[in-house]
């Protein structure tokens, strides 16, 4: 069974300063691998997500994450944040195609805060 | 493109209450998810579609959870009786699915439903 683990439920960082948001992931297949954001009264944005390939992933915003397979992990980052980076974000994984499922598994979110 | 269309964006009532949402998926998805997400918690899927077959309903409550979609197009999840603690976020998705076609499964969602149970 996958699961997923944010690392901190809240981040808060000054407008500018680099943006680290953790996440571990367990999987018994390769996984597939998430980040969405979700701003107040909102539904779920995709940022990016990783499948096959490139390790380095880069999405929308700003973002990227790297796939570390030895750390069981897809931290996202961005180098500068902007005040419009404030929402919960959450890491998700899925053992799409191996696994056959679509099925999303969701860490808890980490809410970012941008202070001016 | 529209996007996954959910209605109503709010709803409160009373425990042992009945309540539906409705969902609306992105034009030609065969996929449809609805996830339930509790204050603080990421969301939890409930049950998908594939057209109008269920493919995956274990985390559906089915004593007092129901969902349908008939048609293979619209879909609504329903409760009854509701419980406090189903106060939540009720999270739509819909992807295309098609597993030879690369980024099908991305899954997009709609606004949700805040069912807040008194």
């Known amino acids: 069974a996958q699961s997923v683990t944010q690392l901190g439920s809240h981040v808060s960082v000054s407008e500018g300063a680099l943006v680290l948001l953790r996440c571990n992931y367990s999987s018994s297949v390769p996984p597939y691998l998430f980040w969405y954001v979700q701003y107040p009264n909102q539904g779920l944005q995709l940022l990016l997500k990783?499948?096959?390939?490139?390790?380095l992933v880069k999405g929308i915003n700003g973002f990227e994450a790297e796939f570390k397979k030895s750390e069981t992990s897809f931290h996202l980052t961005k180098p500068s944040a902007h005040m419009s980076d404030a929402a919960e974000y959450f890491c998700a994984v899925s053992d799409y195609p191996q696994g056959g499922s679509e099925k999303l598994v969701f860490g808890k979110g980490t809410k970012l805060t941008v202070n001016p | 493109e529209a996007g996954v269309a959910q209605s109503p964006r709010y709803k409160i009532i009373e425990k042992r209450q009945s309540v539906a949402f409705w969902c609306n998926p992105i034009?030609?998805?065969?996929?449809l998810y609805w996830y339930q997400q509790i204050l603080g918690q990421g969301p939890k899927l409930l049950i998908q579609?594939?057209?109008?077959?269920?493919?995956?309903d274990s985390q559906l409550p089915k004593d007092r959870f129901s969902a349908e979609r008939l048609k293979g197009v619209d879909s609504t999840l329903k409760i009854q009786p509701a419980k406090l603690e189903d106060s939540a976020v009720y999270l739509c998705?819909?992807?295309?699915?098609?597993?030879?076609?690369?980024?099908?499964?991305?899954?997009?969602f709609g606004p949700g439903t805040r069912l807040t149970v008194l």
């Open positions: 990783y499948t096959t390939g490139a390790t």
């Open positions: 034009s030609g998805h065969a996929t």
């Open positions: 579609f594939q057209n109008n077959g269920v493919v995956d």
């Open positions: 998705a819909s992807s295309s699915s098609r597993k030879s076609v690369p980024n099908t499964d991305t899954q997009y």
